[in-house]
Structures are given as structure tokens and as C-alpha cells.
């Protein structure tokens, strides 16, 4: 048992040493500016974010959430769950189990993208959406190629760069909920949710879900690399893609309407 843990953390040491190279990058420095100074993220918190982008928010986030949760699923060893809607969705029993008993990672992303599910049906609510709004709604390519790329990286089961651009994507993601929920609650700025104390209205609670930092997100991506074997060479250019569609997500539904001026 003992020489079991001391190979765990020579692994860890391997693959968080490749989380670190990977998050030093020029271009996930360049990605994490681009977004600390998104235009989307200016507006919100001058309290000039319209309707119709606080809309382009939710209705995309609604195809991406279903695309993802897919994604990770597969890459969670469910290749059967192919559902048409997250609602009502049961997240199914754990089929990879890491050799430091932690929950896969991608068995721990899909059961939070079911969990916040109902979140996002809260947030359109709160922007004058149904469900059945965001079912017919008619995606934008720049914004669902997140996504997209995510599918392609499931499909060829690559757990490993899966699992390197969570950890260096994900904290920045959460940086914009963070950011964002702190906006849209400012009473100042009449965006119309209630607050009172420390309770969460719950038309906010699906950006404040995704604003909370991922205990053990390194570790966790870093068990998967690890066990994939890969080298650094094997993942930059995944983790740079996504970055960069991770980017136009946040454009794309900033340029739904182009009536904000900053």
C-alpha cells in the first residue's frame, strides 16, 4: 500500500508538471487576458448588458450543456447515454473508477451538467425563456463550436486532453461566472433579481453554480494524464483550441446585439 501511494504521487508530479507548462503558455496567458477584458464581461458590470445578450447566454448554453454532458459521458465510459434533453435525466453509475479512488473526472463534469441543468432553466426564465424557447432556438456556429470540438475529442476517446483543457480552461471559465453573477445581482444596475443577504436568487444560481472553484481539478485531470501516458506534446494544441473557441463563445453572444456601447 505504501508503494502504491508513492507511484501516485510520482504521477501526479508527472502530470500536474504538465497542467503547469500547459497553464504558463503564451497563448492561455493571452486567452485568460482576452477574457479578464471581454467586452461581454465590460457590459455587465457597467450594467449595460441587454436582454437579448443576457437571452444568447442561456439559449446557447442550453445546446452546449446537452453537447457536453454527452461528451463527458462517453469519455466517462457511457457511450449509451444519448438523451434529447437533460431534463428529468438520472446521471448513471460510475464505470471508470481511478486507481487513487477519487470519481473520474468526467463522471464528476457530467453529473454536475445534469445538476445544473434545471439551474439554466431558472436563468431563461429569468430572461422571458421557456424550455421550449431554447429547444427551437437556432444556434450560432461560432458559439457551439466549444462543443463541437469536445464531441470530436469524445468520439476519439482523449481523455488526456480532455482532462489537460479542464484544468487550464475551467478556472478562467469560472472567473467570467464569477464576475458575471457579481454584475447581474448589482442592484444598482437594475438587471431585476432579488438579493437579499446571502441568499442566491435562484434565477442566478446556474452562473453562481459554475462560478464555484472545482476542488481537486488538478489532481484529478493529472490522474487521467498520467494514465493515458501521453507526453506535453500530445495535448498542447487541444488545450489551445479549445481556448480559442472558449473565446468565441463569449463573442458570439456579445455580438447578438451590437447596441452596447462601453
Same mark, same amino acid.
Given at each position: ?20 507548462? +500547459? ?7 493571452? =486567452? @485568460?487576458?482576452? $477574457?479578464?477584458?471581454?467586452?461581454? #464581461?465590460?457590459? /455587465? ?75 439554466? +432553466? ?7 425563456? =421557456? @424550455?421550449?424557447? $431554447?429547444?427551437?432556438?437556432?444556434? #450560432?456556429?461560432? /458559439? ?46 437594475n438587471y431585476g433579481y432579488n438579493n437579499s443577504g446571502d441568499e442566491v436568487d435562484n434565477r442566478l444560481a446556474f452562473v453562481n453554480f459554475f462560478a464555484t472553484p472545482i476542488d481537486d481539478l488538478d489532481q484529478m485531470a493529472a490522474t487521467i494524464i498520467e494514465g493515458e501516458d501521453v507526453k506535453y506534446e500530445d495535448l498542447v494544441e487541444h488545450v489551445k483550441r479549445l481556448q480559442e473557441y472558449e473565446v468565441m463563445f463569449w463573442d458570439s453572444i456579445f455580438e447578438t446585439e451590437e447596441d452596447v456601447k462601453l
Amino acid at each position: 500500500m505504501i508503494a502504491l501511494k508513492e507511484k501516485d504521487q510520482r504521477n501526479y508530479s508527472r502530470g500536474q508538471s504538465i497542467l503547469d507548462r +500547459l497553464k504558463a503558455e503564451p497563448f492561455n496567458k493571452n =486567452t @485568460e487576458r482576452l $477574457l479578464a477584458n471581454h467586452p461581454y #464581461l465590460k457590459a /455587465a458590470e457597467k450594467g449595460v448588458l441587454t436582454t437579448g445578450q443576457r437571452k444568447a447566454f442561456a439559449q446557447e448554453q442550453y445546446s452546449i450543456q446537452l453537447s457536453d454532458a454527452k461528451s463527458f459521458a462517453r469519455l466517462a465510459g457511457h457511450s449509451d447515454f444519448t438523451p434529447t434533453s437533460l431534463s428529468n435525466v438520472q446521471t448513471p453509475e460510475p464505470k471508470i473508477t481511478p486507481s487513487d479512488e477519487r470519481i473520474d473526472l468526467f463522471q464528476f463534469l457530467l453529473g454536475g451538467e445534469i445538476y445544473a441543468s434545471t439551474l439554466l +432553466l431558472d436563468y431563461a426564465k429569468g430572461v422571458g425563456l =421557456t @424550455e421550449n424557447n $431554447l429547444c427551437t432556438y437556432k444556434t #450560432l456556429a461560432k /458559439a457551439q463550436r466549444y462543443p463541437s470540438y469536445w464531441s470530436q475529442l469524445a468520439l476519439s476517446n482523449n481523455r488526456a486532453a480532455g482532462a489537460a483543457a479542464c484544468a487550464v480552461n475551467f478556472p478562467a471559465w469560472g472567473e467570467m461566472c464569477r464576475r458575471l453573477f457579481e454584475a447581474l445581482k448589482n442592484e444598482e444596475f437594475n438587471y431585476g433579481y432579488n438579493n437579499s443577504g446571502d441568499e442566491v436568487d435562484n434565477r442566478l444560481a446556474f452562473v453562481n453554480f459554475f462560478a464555484t472553484p472545482i476542488d481537486d481539478l488538478d489532481q484529478m485531470a493529472a490522474t487521467i494524464i498520467e494514465g493515458e501516458d501521453v507526453k506535453y506534446e500530445d495535448l498542447v494544441e487541444h488545450v489551445k483550441r479549445l481556448q480559442e473557441y472558449e473565446v468565441m463563445f463569449w463573442d458570439s453572444i456579445f455580438e447578438t446585439e451590437e447596441d452596447v456601447k462601453l
